[in-house]
């Protein structure tokens, strides 16, 4: 059962476009939603997070929007660079911040 | 300050055979996780310590891995015995806690089981 699901898997963007990675979730508990990025041979870090009292957050070229009543978030990440080629991981948890349900992942790959 | 760190990078077993993955996480942090990574399913999780305690003990992966944490600055997960299925990316992180929502991963063990 995948409590947090995202898509596509892949996406693939020209520099400088935006990249938009959805994520929905089935757990209506769950209030804390943070988002990871992993390089190859690295472990995913966190890379920007949002509360459910909020609709948005923006840090730098990456904004979350996040829609509580249809249990649906994405990632923007504006003006995208070949440095933001990663897999990205949607999370979610309840109550203890820490103990996160990831979805499976979006490979994105910006080309120059 | 030294992050999370991992050992060995990479193994590969037989099926049938015994493995320890060791981890040791970021000093001072008090919770400690391993996940399993694959392409299909994404991270899930296989245990969760806070202050060394057992706090969850993943599910459907009780019968052959086990996790341990003998100190608060080492952790080890058996898995025992391995079978193909295991090959995966295993991936230990931790946390300060006080639910700060931020977990620091290490680089990950890649096990290939044969």
């Known amino acids: 059962q995948q409590q947090v699901r995202q898509s596509p898997q892949s996406l693939t963007v020209w520099e400088g476009e935006t990249a938009i990675l959805n994520c929905s979730y089935e757990?209506?508990?769950?209030?804390?939603f943070p988002w990871y990025q992993q390089f190859p041979g690295e472990g995913p870090a966190l890379l920007i997070s949002?509360?459910?009292?909020?609709d948005k957050k923006e840090d730098g070229r990456f904004t979350i929007f996040f829609n509580k009543r249809e249990k649906k978030l994405s990632l923007h990440i504006a003006d995208s660079q070949p440095g933001d080629s990663a897999t990205y991981f949607c999370a979610a948890s309840t109550g203890s911040f820490n103990k996160l349900t990831f979805g499976a992942g979006t490979r994105l790959a910006v080309c120059p | 300050d030294a992050g999370v760190t991992q050992t060995p990078r990479h193994e590969v077993a037989e099926k049938g055979q015994t493995i320890i993955l060791k981890c040791e996480p970021v000093s001072g942090h008090n919770d400690l996780f391993w996940y399993r990574q694959t392409k299909i399913q994404g991270l899930e999780l296989l245990s969760y310590?806070?202050?060394?305690?057992?706090?969850?003990d993943g599910g459907a992966f009780k019968d052959r891995f086990k996790a341990e944490m003998l100190n608060s600055s080492f952790s080890t997960l058996k898995i025992q015995p391995t079978e193909p299925k295991d090959s995966a990316v295993y991936l230990c992180?931790?946390?300060?806690?006080?639910?700060?929502?931020?977990?620091?991963f290490g680089e990950g063990s890649k096990l290939t089981v044969l």
């Open positions: 757990n209506s508990a769950f209030d804390y």
């Open positions: 992180a931790s946390s300060l806690g006080a639910n700060t929502g931020q977990l620091y």
């Open positions: 949002i509360l459910s009292v909020s």
């Open positions: 310590f806070r202050s060394k305690s057992l706090m969850e």
